[in-house]
């Protein structure tokens, strides 16, 4: 076994969480160390509509988001699966970017403040011993006082420590699929439109450039039950919302599908065997909050604050941890619950055509909603 390099901070997931996390470390002086198993620029499955409160914290973090003349959205289009719709003023709005520009960016930004980012590499295992992270891959070990895991969703990790989640029996609130396309398409401006189908939603905004971005998110058992043919799915149950028929048919589709599958929804611990778990490790919060990038990033500044303090020699280990873990807890734990409530009725045909049909009268008890799933900028 090799012993590289040691490090001050590793951080295995350089998507959203990580990046951010690791931007702020190198800012302060530490020595930190990124590993992400992809290649950057890479598309991944994201709706990329990011609401308003990562807005400084990004332009804080070095992304001039001000001068990329970026889709504004400020209006929410809902449809039920049998075309009923609501629209609705966002309390908040947000704004449209792919990942694969924002990640990129993020990327670009770590290695000019000194960060070291290994790309397609995928750690394989972290051990703690004697106060002190080994983190392994392909045949190489790094050292580290704090490991951070921001590998999102489900990674060969999470299997493998066989966390909580992974070992959950197929529920309501897991074992998802989620399908992604950018499109050439004439949309009304500064909108957000989510629509309903068969045990799935649709989001469609716009990005830079005058793309737009189409992602959905359905049961492993609608694609079974469609022979595991995605064209298959799309023709038989989501092109039942006749909304979602007229985009299927008049959309210049400008990329494959991007796909990804076993998407959960449970609980999840924010610290195990001293690792600290940020972003979709942390916890998931259901897609159509549209929130969960703008948490992602939040997420990074509240362990950065705590990991700051620890290497500052300010607090014990046990002490960043708990309060690591507290700071999530008391900033994402409702906005969890309440996405889990909602994402109960936005499975179901019957419930959701009933919700949209129900809420269309009540404007201010929409923006509540709304507002239960959203913070406020960092
Ligand atoms: C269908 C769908 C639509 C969504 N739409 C929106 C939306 O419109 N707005 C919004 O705010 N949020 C949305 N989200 C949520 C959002 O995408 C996530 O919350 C966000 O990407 C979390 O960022 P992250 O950094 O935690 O994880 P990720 O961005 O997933 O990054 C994790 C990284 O870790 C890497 N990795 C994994 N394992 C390893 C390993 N062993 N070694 C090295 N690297 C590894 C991966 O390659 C990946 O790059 C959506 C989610 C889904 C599923």
């Given at each position: 076994?090799?012993?590289?390099?040691?490090?001050?901070?590793?951080?295995?997931?350089?998507?959203?969480?990580?990046?951010?996390?690791?931007?702020?470390?190198?800012?302060?002086?530490?020595?930190?160390?990124?590993?992400?198993?992809?290649?950057?620029?890479?598309?991944?499955?994201?709706?990329?509509?990011?609401?308003?409160?990562?807005?400084?914290?990004?332009?804080?973090?070095?992304?001039?988001?001000?001068?990329?003349?970026?889709?504004?959205?400020?209006?929410?289009?809902?449809?039920?699966?049998?075309?009923?719709?609501?629209?609705?003023?966002?309390?908040?709005?947000?704004?449209?970017?792919?990942?694969?520009?924002?990640?990129?960016?993020?990327?670009?930004?770590?290695?000019?403040?000194?960060?070291?980012?290994?790309?397609?590499?995928?750690?394989?295992?972290?051990?703690?011993?004697?106060?002190?992270?080994?983190?392994?891959?392909?045949?190489?070990?790094?050292?580290?006082?704090?490991?951070?895991?921001?590998?999102?969703?489900?990674?060969?990790?999470?299997?493998?420590?066989?966390?909580?989640?992974?070992?959950?029996?197929?529920?309501?609130?897991?074992?998802?699929?989620?399908?992604?396309?950018?499109?050439?398409?004439?949309?009304?401006?500064?909108?957000?439109?989510?629509?309903?189908?068969?045990?799935?939603?649709?989001?469609?905004?716009?990005?830079?450039?005058?793309?737009?971005?189409?992602?959905?998110?359905?049961?492993?058992?609608?694609?079974?039950?469609?022979?595991?043919?995605?064209?298959?799915?799309?023709?038989?149950?989501?092109?039942?919302?006749?909304?979602?028929?007229?985009?299927?048919?008049?959309?210049?589709?400008?990329?494959?599908?991007?796909?990804?599958s076993q998407i959960s929804f449970d609980k999840k611990s924010q610290v195990e065997n001293h690792i600290l778990f940020v972003g979709d490790s942390a916890g998931m919060i259901t897609p159509l909050?549209?929130?969960?990038?703008?948490?992602?990033?939040?997420?990074?500044?509240?362990?950065?604050?705590?990991?700051?303090?620890?290497?500052?020699?300010?607090?014990?280990?046990?002490?960043?941890?708990?309060?690591?873990?507290?700071?999530?807890?008391?900033?994402?734990?409702?906005?969890?619950?309440?996405?889990?409530?909602?994402?109960?009725?936005?499975?179901?045909?019957?419930?959701?055509?009933?919700?949209?049909?129900?809420?269309?009268?009540?404007?201010?008890?929409?923006?509540?909603?709304?507002?239960?799933?959203?913070?406020?900028?960092?």
């Open positions: 076994m090799i012993i590289l390099q040691k490090y001050d901070v590793a951080i295995i997931g350089g998507g959203l969480a990580g990046l951010a996390l690791s931007i702020q470390c190198a800012k302060a002086g530490y020595r930190s160390i990124v590993f992400e198993k992809e290649k950057y620029p890479f598309h991944k499955v994201c709706g990329e509509y990011i609401s308003f409160e990562a807005w400084d914290f990004l332009e804080r973090l070095g992304v001039p988001l001000a001068e990329m003349n970026l889709p504004v959205i400020r209006k929410l289009l809902l449809s039920a699966p049998n075309g009923k719709i609501l629209e609705q003023k966002l309390p908040l709005g947000g704004f449209g970017i792919s990942r694969y520009k924002l990640d990129n960016l993020l990327a670009d930004i770590a290695r000019k403040n000194g960060v070291e980012l290994l790309e397609n590499i995928k750690v394989e295992s972290v051990q703690f011993e004697n106060e002190i992270f080994n983190i392994r891959y392909a045949m190489n070990t790094v050292q580290a006082q704090i490991a951070a895991c921001s590998f999102g969703k489900r990674s060969n990790l999470d299997i493998k420590w066989k966390r909580n989640f992974t070992l959950q029996k197929n529920n309501r609130l897991n074992n998802y699929i989620g399908v992604k396309y950018h499109l050439q398409a004439d949309f009304p401006d500064g909108q957000i439109a989510l629509h309903n189908f068969k045990n799935g939603y649709c989001g469609i905004s716009q990005v830079e450039d005058g793309k737009y971005c189409l992602c959905y998110m359905t049961t492993a058992k609608n694609l079974r039950e469609n022979g595991n043919s995605i064209l298959q799915m799309e023709k038989n149950i989501i092109q039942k919302n006749p909304h979602l028929k007229k985009i299927f048919s008049s959309s210049g589709f400008l990329t494959e599908p991007v796909t990804i909050c549209g929130n969960g990038m703008s948490m992602a990033l939040h997420a990074s500044k509240l362990a950065f604050d705590q990991i700051y303090f620890f290497l500052e020699n300010k607090i014990s280990r046990k002490k960043m941890e708990n309060s690591y873990q507290r700071q999530w807890r008391f900033h994402f734990r409702k906005r969890l619950s309440t996405g889990r409530t909602l994402q109960r009725f936005f499975g179901n045909t019957a419930l959701s055509n009933l919700l949209i049909a129900s809420l269309k009268p009540f404007p201010g008890l929409v923006s509540r909603l709304i507002r239960a799933t959203h913070g406020q900028s960092f």
